[in-house]
């Protein structure tokens, strides 16, 4: 099946309630997809056999998953299974005794696990490379091997080859929503006390967040009212109804041309369709560096959890990830003090300069997906990879540390590269913040129909 035309899980599970597929049906085009060249290296471990058992159960056509595929990141405790999130550190490790709630609530509403999916060792990059298991290649275009991004990798390709209705993953500093931008799907980072964390293979416990991938918003929603474990608040307020700001410090930097293009015909795509939006400084952002100039939260509390695996295995550990753990090692107890108490000051700072606008718009990433061969692991290429991966991680960092929720929704033209549009704001606004992507995705979907439209009407006008 060609990239992305798979219908996305709202409608599919409408098709199976009106008899008109099921969940076996649906499962083997699944697995087809899983098995083809566009899933090579997404997945650690499949389990195809046991999928088709499980889809055949009559039960789960009437729960909100509708016995429809699934995926979880290497990351997350499946019973039975060694969680090794990513990496072969951790591959002697003991089975999971049980599912750790994430899996378990997709497990309870009908979701049919397909596999684990390859990410980058332990969460830690943006940029999706693993040397271990290889590179998932981003399906968005079939001329080029182009980076996922990461994190979760695997998952992202799984959802956006069409294998996957919802790839489960986490965020702790970009990790659903990069790749979510990068291969052209949603990705939806909640506001991080919402969804359990227990029995996931952490990064940082300040920052971690359990969320997923999906093809649309409403699909978001649903996987997002399972892991959570709650009832969104719908609305249908028009985008009149929505103010929003653009932020313009640091984050519209350094945009390459069709992130520039597709960020400014995506924010004129919401004017034009009543949105109050305006441009704010936000010079809040730039103090980020300052606050965590003697290191962050997921490099101390990495080399916390890992201090004792180095002692035996440091040499097994991808040496870009082992690096950025040991450097979480130089920092003082005071240091983290100080830091935890700067974020606290600088969440209120960024939560009063907001106040008045329902969610901010800025580019998910600033640059398109780069080539695999650009960052590929090797040391020789290091120095590009570690430009690469700040890059990508920049925006949207910026939530992780607000303690806030967002969302990336694609917001290029079908002739362009993805790009993603991150909706955003503080915690406990993640109700507001998906609803306003409903419209956004209604609006930015409206305004390609029209362009694909009079680029049609055209070229009939040329050959007549």
């Given at each position: 099946m060609p990239f992305q035309t798979r219908p996305d899980l709202t409608t599919t599970r409408s098709r199976v309630a009106l008899g008109q597929t099921s969940p076996t049906a649906e499962l083997e085009d699944s697995i087809r997809i899983a098995s083809s060249a566009a899933c090579r290296q997404a997945f650690i471990?499949?389990?195809?056999?046991?999928?088709?058992?499980?889809?055949?159960?009559?039960?789960?056509t009437s729960r909100p998953l509708s016995g429809l595929a699934v995926t979880i990141k290497d990351l997350f405790d499946i019973e039975g299974q060694t969680t090794a999130a990513g990496s072969v550190v951790l591959s002697d490790a003991p089975p999971a005794s049980v599912d750790c709630p994430a899996v378990a609530r997709l497990k309870a509403a009908g979701g049919v696990?397909?596999?684990r999916t390859n990410m980058t060792e332990f969460a830690f990059s943006g940029v999706g490379t693993n040397p271990h298991h290889g590179t998932p290649v981003n399906p968005a275009d079939a001329a080029c091997e182009r980076i996922p991004g990461g994190s979760s990798s695997g998952a992202a390709v799984t959802v956006a080859t069409g294998a996957a209705f919802?790839?489960?993953?986490?965020?702790?500093?970009?990790?659903?929503?990069?790749?979510?931008?990068?291969?052209g799907i949603v990705?939806?980072?909640?506001?991080?006390?919402?969804?359990?964390?227990?029995?996931t293979a952490p990064l940082s416990t300040t920052l971690d967040t359990v969320c997923a991938m999906t093809r649309s918003v409403s699909d978001a929603i649903i996987a997002h009212e399972i892991l959570a474990a709650r009832t969104v608040t719908r609305s249908t307020s028009p985008l009149a109804g929505y103010r929003l700001a653009v932020a313009q410090t640091s984050m519209l930097d350094f945009m390459d041309q069709t992130v520039a293009t597709a960020f400014e015909r995506a924010v004129?795509?919401?004017?034009?369709?009543?949105?109050?939006?305006?441009?704010?400084?936000?010079?809040?952002?730039?103090?980020?560096?300052?606050?965590?100039?003697?290191?962050?939260?997921?490099?101390?509390?990495?080399?916390?959890?890992?201090?004792s695996l180095f002692s035996s295995k440091a040499q097994a550990y991808d040496p870009r990830v082992g690096q950025r753990i040991?450097?979480?090692?130089?920092?003082?107890?005071?240091?983290?003090?100080?830091?935890c108490n700067a974020r606290r000051d600088w969440i209120f700072r960024v939560t009063t300069a907001l106040q008045g606008f329902d969610a901010v718009l800025s580019p998910t990433v600033p640059i398109v997906a780069p080539p695999i061969a650009q960052v590929a692991p090797g040391a020789e290429r290091d120095d590009e990879f570690f430009r690469v991966n700040t890059l990508l991680l920049r925006n949207t960092s910026v939530v992780n540390m607000l303690d806030g929720c967002a969302i990336s929704i694609p917001c290029h033209a079908p002739d362009e590269l993805p790009v993603g549009l991150m909706i955003w704001q503080g915690q406990m606004r993640d109700d507001t913040v998906l609803n306003i992507a409903m419209q956004a995705q209604a609006a930015l979907a409206r305004h390609s129909d029209a362009a694909l439209a009079r680029h049609s009407d055209a070229a009939l006008a040329r050959q007549a």
């Open positions: 471990q499949t389990r195809f056999d046991d999928a088709r058992t499980e889809a055949a159960y009559p039960s789960l696990v397909l596999g919802i790839g489960l993953g986490s965020d702790t500093g970009g990790s659903i929503r990069i790749p979510a931008a990068l291969c990705g939806f980072k909640s506001t991080a006390r919402l969804v359990p964390t227990d029995g004129k795509t919401l004017r034009d369709a009543g949105a109050q939006v305006r441009e704010i400084p936000l010079e809040a952002i730039r103090d980020l560096g300052s606050i965590q100039s003697a290191g962050g939260f997921a490099g101390a509390e990495s080399y916390a959890w890992h201090k040991l450097r979480g090692s130089e920092m003082k107890a005071h240091e983290y003090i100080d830091l």
